[in-house]
């Protein structure tokens, strides 16, 4: 959200986050596709298709209004990211990795509502319509693999840790084997915002001192920064749920920031 709204305050850019956009009506400018995301995963004809039914050129145009650029920040847009580039060959992709520990502790959730739900909740939490739909489209093991076997006994804390690792060991293959394809790290966000955005804004093409300025201006305060966690560091999570961070995140971690 709020790297959406900093480039949304850009001259001539459209920044919206999962389609909608900032400080707008809850109506999305974007169809939604929360919904596709899950079987668009496993299924490559499928997301080819919802690309191209939901995000061809003049929906986008439509969307961009009189800016010269759209720009969708979006979580659901991970799986979708090879179908995008190759109906818009002229798109730039940009991934933003985040290490595993904090986007776990960020996205596991115990009591309340999660107004930003990118992981998993604690599997006793009540969860509110609009939490539910979210989760009808967040990603989780196939049926018949051997991650799904164990799915039912994980805590929310190692379905995160598969989350991440899911989603990131796929964006960091892209990263790896498409030119059109570049990482930026949110740690630089939240501790270099001028590194990140002078970074961002060169992939982007709108790297300009006035724009520069603009942004690193942005970072002092960050719309969607959570207060607080209800979940400690790794170091308090219980035995089975750091030797599955050690198994499938500490490998993948050392790759995409080593």
């Excluded at 909608?20 to 109506?27: D, I, N, Q, R, S």
């Excluded at 009808?136 to 929310?156: C, H, I, K, M, V």
Aim: net charge negative.
């Amino acid at each position: 959200m709020f790297i959406a709204r900093t480039l949304d305050s850009l001259p001539g850019v459209t920044g919206l986050h999962e389609g909608h956009a900032p400080g707008e009506p809850p109506v999305p400018r974007l169809p939604r596709i929360n919904l596709q995301n899950r079987q668009a995963w496993h299924n490559t004809s499928f997301a080819r298709r919802t690309v191209a039914e939901l995000r061809d050129r003049p929906t986008l145009a439509n969307a961009a209004g009189d800016a010269d650029m759209l720009i969708d920040v979006a979580f659901y847009n991970a799986p979708l990211l090879s179908s995008l580039a190759g109906l818009h060959p002229d798109a730039k992709l940009l991934v933003v990795f985040r290490r595993c520990e904090n986007f776990v502790r960020s996205a596991t959730i115990v009591e309340g509502e999660d107004l930003q739900p990118a992981g998993w909740p604690h599997r006793n939490k009540p969860l509110t319509d609009r939490e539910q739909f979210i989760a009808l489209g967040r990603l989780q093991p196939q049926a018949d693999s051997e991650d799904a076997a164990q799915w039912e006994n994980w805590t929310a804390i190692q379905r995160n840790i598969w989350l991440w690792t899911t989603i990131n060991s796929h964006l960091l293959q892209l990263v790896e084997s498409r030119p059109d394809c570049h990482a930026l790290l949110y740690e630089d966000l939240a501790e270099e915002p001028r590194r990140f955005w002078s970074m961002a804004l060169e992939q982007l093409g709108l790297l300009t001192d006035a724009n520069l300025t603009q942004c690193t201006a942005h970072s002092t305060t960050k719309v969607n920064h959570r207060a607080s966690y209800q979940i400690g560091p790794v170091g308090s999570w219980n035995t089975d749920e750091q030797t599955l961070y050690k198994q499938l995140a500490q490998p993948l971690e050392k790759m995409i920031y080593d």
